[in-house]
């Protein structure tokens, strides 16, 4: 059972990034989905979420606009779509069960995690 994370890199300010969260063992389309970063020196922030209960999808107000969220059940995968990006957006970036609206998500072994991909804007 795990979540993979994969596609950062480094990019120029303005380019796009996508990056995979992939499950194996369990079915996404059952949980919430959630994206996280973490830039060096701070703490770890919720960034975009797709809701199962209501379908409803959230960002938080520096990505919103630039960042979208979009799921393949089929392949077990989820997807943020990153366009416009900036120098601040350089952070290590993980998917994970639980959106940063739920006040128990940095209970992480309460939730599957990805191992984080990187992402660096960088010119």
């Known amino acids: 059972v795990q979540l993979v994370d994969s596609g950062g890199g480094l990019v120029q300010p303005g380019g796009s990034l996508r990056l995979s969260c992939a499950a194996s063992?369990?079915?996404?389309?059952?949980?919430?989905i959630g994206w996280f970063r973490q830039a060096p020196g701070k703490e770890r922030e919720g960034v975009a979420c797709f809701s199962r209960h209501d379908g409803i999808v959230s960002y938080v107000p520096s990505v919103k606009g630039r960042f979208t969220i979009s799921r393949n059940y089929a392949e077990n995968t989820v997807f943020l779509q990153m366009n416009s990006l900036k120098p601040e957006d350089t952070a290590v970036y993980y998917c994970a069960t639980v959106c940063w609206y739920d006040p128990t998500w940095k209970k992480y072994p309460n939730y599957y995690w990805g191992q984080g991909t990187e992402v660096t804007v960088s010119s």
């Open positions: 063992g369990f079915r996404l389309d059952l949980y919430n």
